[in-house]
Each structure stands twice: as structure tokens, then as C-alpha cells.
């Protein structure tokens, strides 16, 4: 399995993870000094060694704070995902409005 940062769903998500620890960062709790700086170091680097140390790193981390995290990284996914509208997959043209016909033309 291949881990990269090379692209944009993948380096949403691992930002939306760093902000989630940040969030529950508690200052002296060495697991959570060593996700943030992983997850810090795989947005920098975006290598695959950098992602599998994050992935590393997070699986150290206390249930409680995994549980934390998750439900931070829930919450802020939701909110990109409100702030940002309408996803358009595989790169096609928007979907029509309700009021326009297939026959109408189109502007330039």
C-alpha cells in the first residue's frame, strides 16, 4: 500500500487531523507532542515515510485521545465540508439548474 500526500482529499485530510490534535494537544503527554510533529512533518515532506510515522505515532496515542481526536477531526471535516459547497466529481461539468431546459442555449 502506497501512503502519499499527493492529493488534494488526502492533504485535506491529514490538515484536518493536525487540527484536531491541536485541539486536544495536551502539553507534557509525549504521544501527542510526537503525532503533532509527524502529522506536522508529513504536510511538510509529504512522504511516504513521513505518513506511515503518522499513522505510527497516532496508534500510540491514548484511546481517550484517539476518541478526542476523531470527534474534533469529525467536526472540523464537517465544517470544510459546509464552508467549501458542492463537490463536483471526476471533474465534469456542474449539474444543471432546475429551471434550465436541454434545449436552452448556452451563453458564451
Do not use: W
Request: proline residues 6%; contains cysteine.
Amino acid at each position: 500500500m502506497r501512503l502519499t500526500l499527493d492529493d488534494e482529499a488526502t492533504l485535506c485530510s491529514v490538515e484536518i487531523l493536525a487540527e484536531a490534535v491541536e485541539m486536544a494537544f495536551v502539553p507534557g503527554i509525549l504521544e501527542l507532542r510526537t503525532l503533532r510533529d509527524s502529522l506536522n512533518e508529513a504536510l511538510r515532506t509529504r512522504s511516504p515515510a513521513a505518513v506511515r510515522l503518522a499513522y505510527s505515532a497516532f496508534s500510540r496515542v491514548d484511546r481517550d485521545f484517539r476518541d478526542k481526536i476523531a470527534h474534533h477531526a469529525l467536526q472540523l471535516a464537517a465544517l470544510r465540508r459546509h464552508s467549501a459547497g458542492p463537490m463536483h466529481i471526476g471533474g465534469g461539468a456542474p449539474p444543471r439548474r432546475a429551471d434550465r431546459g436541454i434545449d436552452e442555449p448556452r451563453r458564451a
